[in-house]
């Protein structure tokens, strides 16, 4: 069964670093596209990062641009969200999905259909 499970969430002061992880079972990330979404109350969901399942690709909301990096161990089925230079506004449940396909990647989120169940990340002083 196609599993993902979000962790590194937490609370962090404006300014700090997160890095969040998304570790795969029941199948092999070396075929799918990996995407990170936020979700902040009363918002719509949206894409944040993507990587392709090689790594070759990767994809940023203008948002985080310059402060999130994306990256994937696959040996480790495993892809990291680094998130530097955090803001309150980055505050949201964030969650990773998954969807089979090679040297693709996107932000929509209805390309993908396996999801975690999220973790919080809550930026605050």
């Known amino acids: 069964q196609l599993q993902l499970v979000e962790s590194g969430g937490g609370l962090v002061q404006p300014g700090g670093s997160l890095r969040l992880s998304c570790a795969a079972s029941?199948?092999?990330?070396?075929?799918?596209?990996i995407g990170w979404f936020r979700q902040a109350p009363g918002k719509e969901r949206e894409g944040v990062s993507c990587?392709?399942?090689?790594?070759?690709?990767?994809n940023y909301a203008d948002s985080v641009k310059g402060r999130f990096t994306i990256s994937r161990d696959n040996a480790k089925n495993t892809v990291y969200l680094q998130m530097n230079s955090l803001k309150p506004e980055d505050t949201a449940v964030y969650y990773c999905a998954a969807v089979r396909s090679l040297a693709w990647c996107g932000l929509g989120y209805t390309d993908f259909g396996s999801w975690g169940q999220g973790t919080q990340v809550t930026v605050s002083s």
């Open positions: 990587i392709s399942n090689s790594g070759g690709s990767t």
């Open positions: 029941g199948f092999t990330l070396d075929y799918y596209s």
